[in-house]
């Protein structure tokens, strides 16, 4: 019989990231997650987060017919102090970006590996009243793999549907990273409850990352961290401050939320079933 503790993975670190993107000003904002990229790595991170909409920050004007695009393009060469940063690091980032193809502008997540090359990884499948003007949503879920974790991938306002988070764990997700803008009063409820509610419905670990300071939608509320797999806050940063917070990811505490919390063991098969929808997986390994 192998002995479970040759089978069990390694603990995977992950950071959550947080500054005040420059409206519009692409390279200003790849050096700061450069920046924040190395922080992460000086605090044992394998993966940093940072927030969705980062790259251009997040203000719809700048994206209307009349302004200078923000948008990133496959293999677009301003990303090379991040991918710099992540090469000599080893480390992976997972950064929001407004990315423009043949097919229209889309809210993405970016994701730069360890050997430096950056995936368009994942565009964002729901979209709120003014964004649907001006960007067209994703049709498949993204999971990424690095050291045996696969982790989903969501943004911002994915995270209010339970069913996306789900179909990542029914994919093999053990965390689900959604980076955000949240603003103070109502989005921060709705940031304190989403991110908590999908971690223990689901038993994973979940990954918040913010804005802070102004945002084309008021002011953010910060507070960029992870939850546990039981619903509880495990870091959290400050609400106005650039920070870097970083939590490291365990099967031991995964398989004992399962252990008493077995909803996921309890569900319908057909409702398993039903949140399997399309999805791709990139390795970084």
Same mark, same amino acid.
């Given at each position: 019989m192998t002995d479970v503790a040759e089978n069990a993975r390694q603990p995977l670190r992950v950071a959550? @990231? $947080?500054? $005040?993107?420059r409206p519009g000003d692409i390279p200003a904002n790849v050096a700061t997650a450069a920046q924040l990229v190395r922080f992460g790595s000086s605090?044992? @991170?394998?993966v940093v987060v940072l927030p969705e909409l980062f790259l251009s920050g997040y203000d719809l004007d700048l994206f209307r017919p009349d302004v200078k695009p923000c948008d990133i393009v496959p293999g677009d060469t301003r990303l090379g102090e991040l991918q710099a940063a992540c090469y000599a690091t080893r480390t992976v980032a997972v950064v929001g970006a407004a990315v423009r193809r043949a097919g229209g502008r889309t809210i993405s997540l970016l994701v730069v590996g360890r050997d430096g090359d950056a995936h368009v990884a994942y565009d964002r499948q729901h979209l709120w009243r003014e964004e649907r003007e001006l960007f067209r949503p994703g049709d498949h879920g993204c999971t990424i793999e690095i050291s045996g974790w696969r982790l989903g991938l969501g943004s911002a306002y994915d995270v209010s549907f339970p069913e996306h988070a789900r179909a990542a764990v029914h994919d093999g997700c053990d965390a689900y990273l959604c980076p955000g803008v949240y603003t103070r009063g109502d989005g921060e409820h709705r940031r304190d409850l989403y991110f908590a509610a999908r971690a223990l419905e689901n038993t994973c670990y979940t990954v918040v990352a913010n804005h802070i300071g102004d945002t084309g939608l008021g002011p @953010?509320? !910060?507070?960029? !961290?992870?939850?546990g797999p039981d619903g509880r806050v495990v870091i959290e940063a400050d609400g106005e401050r650039v920070d870097v917070v970083a939590a490291t990811f365990q099967d031991i505490e995964i398989d004992a939320a399962r252990e008493c919390l077995t909803m996921l063991e309890d569900l319908p098969s057909r409702a398993r079933a039903a949140a399997g929808a399309r999805r791709e997986t990139i390795k970084l390994d």
């Open positions: 959550a @990231a $947080q500054a $005040q993107a605090a044992g @991170a394998d @953010a509320c !910060g507070r960029s !961290g992870v939850y």
